[in-house]
C-alpha cells in the first residue's frame, strides 16, 4: 500500500527534498533531487559522499517533502535556512547545481581583472613552475588536425563528397570499406 502511494505522489511531483542523518555524531546533509525516492541517487555533495561511501550503514535518509519541478531550489534554499551550519555535511549555503556554469560575471568585474594582470612580470621561479606543471602534457598526443589538407577544394572532390553526403551512413560506410579493402 505504502509502494503505491509513493508511486501516486511521484506521477503528480517531479522531485523531493531529502536529509541525510549520520547516526553516529548526528550530523545532516539536505538536497534535492529530481527522480524518484527509489532511483538510487545518494546526493551531490563532495564531502558528504565521502563519508557516506566510507559508512554507508550509519546514515538515515528521510525524504522531507515532494515537490515540483519549478519549485524544487527554492524548497530546498528553505530547508537549508534552518539547519545548525555546525552540524551538517553541506558545504555551500546556496540550494541548486553548482556544476550550471559557475557565477556569471559582471563586464565590470572581468575590466578590473584584466587591468589587474596586465603588464604583470611573473617571477624566474614562477615561470619554471608553469613549465614543469606542462612538461609532457601533449607528449605522443597526435593533433586532431594533423594531416588534413586545409585550402580550396576541387570540383571533383566536393562533388564526391556530396554524393557521399546523399547516401544512407551505412550505405556510405559499406563502400569505404569495400574500396579499402580492394
Known amino acids: 500500500m505504502n509502494w503505491i502511494i509513493d508511486n501516486l505522489i511521484n506521477i503528480f511531483m517531479d522531485g523531493f527534498i531529502y536529509k541525510w542523518i549520520d547516526v553516529t555524531n548526528g550530523k545532516v546533509y539536505i538536497g534535492s533531487h529530481f527522480g524518484t525516492p527509489n532511483d538510487g541517487y545518494i546526493g551531490s555533495g563532495i564531502y558528504f559522499k565521502r563519508v557516506y561511501l566510507k559508512r554507508p550503514k550509519d546514515f538515515t535518509r528521510e525524504i522531507l517533502e515532494h515537490v515540483s519541478k519549478d519549485i524544487l531550489i527554492e524548497k530546498e534554499q528553505q530547508y537549508l535556512d534552518q ?8 558545504l555551500s549555503t546556496v540550494a541548486g547545481p553548482k556544476f550550471a556554469g559557475g557565477t556569471k560575471q559582471s563586464a ?37 588536425n594533423k594531416g ?35
Do not use: F
Open 83 to 90: 539547519i545548525d551550519w555546525d552540524n551538517t555535511y553541506n
Open 108 to 144: 565590470e568585474h572581468i575590466q578590473k581583472r584584466r587591468e589587474a594582470l596586465t603588464g604583470r612580470k611573473l617571477s624566474d621561479q614562477h615561470k619554471l613552475n608553469l613549465k614543469k606543471s606542462s612538461k609532457g602534457k601533449n607528449k605522443g598526443r597526435i593533433p586532431w
Open 148 to 182: 588534413l589538407k586545409i585550402g580550396p577544394q576541387s570540383e571533383e572532390c566536393k562533388k564526391k563528397k556530396s554524393e557521399k553526403m546523399k547516401r544512407p551512413w551505412s550505405v556510405a560506410r559499406r563502400a569505404a570499406q569495400n574500396q579499402k579493402n580492394r
